[in-house]
């Protein structure tokens, strides 16, 4: 059974600084892995999408990179500024045909980036 | 684009009252879903549709009805809601060819 782990739960860093969130999971065979931002009462949305075959995506100040073979998968945010601030969170599309592709779910990291 | 639109954004029942939840998307996508998220638990699956006129059973569907009568809406229902049903809902869509997930704004839940 897949399971999607991010360690920290909580982060906080002064503004200005280079961060890493992690992400780990337990069953290599993935389709994809998806990072997403949720703010305080608002819903998600999606930062970057990096498909089974890839190694990394860059978005912006955003870099996710994946690595398979090892279960995991990293999230680095450069020059972190205040409105970087919200929880991140982690999803990995198991690799099941067709509609049966589920989500599987991280709980997702807290960052604060303080002035 | 509106996107993905939810109503309402705050409810509060007590328990055994019934209600639906609309979601609504403007990008003429195939698949939608509904999650359930709460502390600590991360989102879980309720049910999802992968097209008009189809639903299935998610992780933890018990509860819950849902319909897809037209393509852009999904709707859930609780029949007889229980405190155990008090959290925040949330709505997403995508399209066949994206992976991408596109979310709603949430609806908060209070079941007392």
């Known amino acids: 059974k897949q399971e999607v782990t991010q360690i920290p739960a909580a982060l906080s860093v002064p503004e200005g600084e280079n961060l890493v969130l992690n992400c780990s999971f337990t069953?290599?065979?993935?389709?994809?892995l998806q990072w997403f931002r949720q703010d305080p009462g608002k819903g998600l949305t999606s930062l970057l999408l990096?498909?089974?075959s890839q190694r990394e995506q860059t978005s912006g100040r955003l870099n996710a990179s994946l690595d398979k073979s090892s279960g995991r998968s990293t999230l680095y945010i450069a020059a972190s500024q205040p409105g970087d601030s919200a929880t991140y969170l982690c999803?990995?599309?198991?690799?099941?045909?067709?509609?049966?592709?589920?989500?599987?779910w991280g709980l997702g990291t807290s960052l604060a980036v303080n002035p | 684009n509106a996107g993905v639109t939810q109503t309402p954004k705050f409810r509060v029942l007590k328990t055994g009252q019934s209600m639906t939840l609309l979601c609504a998307q403007d990008m003429n996508h195939e698949y939608m879903y509904w999650y359930r998220q709460d502390p600590g638990m991360g989102l879980r699956l309720i049910h999802y549709?992968?097209?008009?006129?189809?639903?299935a059973k998610g992780e933890v569907p018990d509860g819950y009805n849902v319909s897809r009568l037209k393509k852009q809406n999904f709707l859930l229902g609780l029949e007889s809601a229980a405190p155990s049903q008090t959290s925040v809902y949330f709505c997403?869509?995508?399209?066949?060819?994206?992976?991408?997930?596109?979310f709603g704004p949430g609806t908060r839940l209070l079941v007392l």
């Open positions: 549709s992968v097209g008009e006129g189809t639903t």
């Open positions: 999803a990995v599309r198991t690799s099941n045909a067709g509609n049966n592709r589920k989500l599987i």
């Open positions: 990096i498909q089974s």
């Open positions: 997403a869509s995508r399209d066949w060819v994206q992976e991408t997930q596109y």
């Open positions: 069953d290599s065979a993935i389709y994809n």
